[in-house]
């Protein structure tokens, strides 16, 4: 199982960017993908997942609204759309699976696979 984030990058207040995850190994039809992100000095913070059969979507309250995360099956990625971002959204986003078919919330301790990160730096 391999994951691998990318799509980060250094952005104004209010600007967009769309994190891609790509997978490997294992097929996303079969599993929940979500995505965590951690900022220096903080703990780890679940922001949003997708379950596979009926891609029902989960967000933390702090970017529901904001971001949008999606699937393509067929190509084997999630992506999470993000908007209108805030200094605080600076972190490093994981994507993450724990190869189970819902998700349990926006919990990233249902996650057991991770990828590399890529860093998201929101400039006030």
């Known amino acids: 199982v391999q994951l691998q984030a990318s799509g980060g990058g250094l952005v104004q207040t209010g600007g967009s960017l769309r994190l891609s995850c790509a997978a490997s190994?294992?097929?996303?039809?079969?599993?929940?993908i979500g995505w965590v992100r951690q900022a220096p000095g903080k703990e780890r913070e679940g922001v949003s997942c997708?379950?596979?059969?009926?891609?029902?979507?989960k967000y933390a309250d702090d970017v529901k609204g904001r971001f949008t995360i999606s699937r393509d099956d067929a190509k084997n990625m999630v992506y999470l759309e993000m908007n209108s971002l805030k200094p605080e959204d600076t972190a490093v986003y994981y994507c993450?699976?724990?190869?189970?078919?819902?998700?349990?919330?926006?919990?990233?301790?249902?996650?057991?696979?991770w990828g590399k990160g890529t860093q998201v730096t929101v400039s006030s």
């Open positions: 997708i379950s596979n059969l009926d891609s029902d979507t």
């Open positions: 993450a699976t724990g190869l189970e078919s819902s998700c349990r919330g926006t919990s990233w301790a249902q996650f057991r696979f």
């Open positions: 190994g294992f097929s996303i039809g079969n599993a929940a």
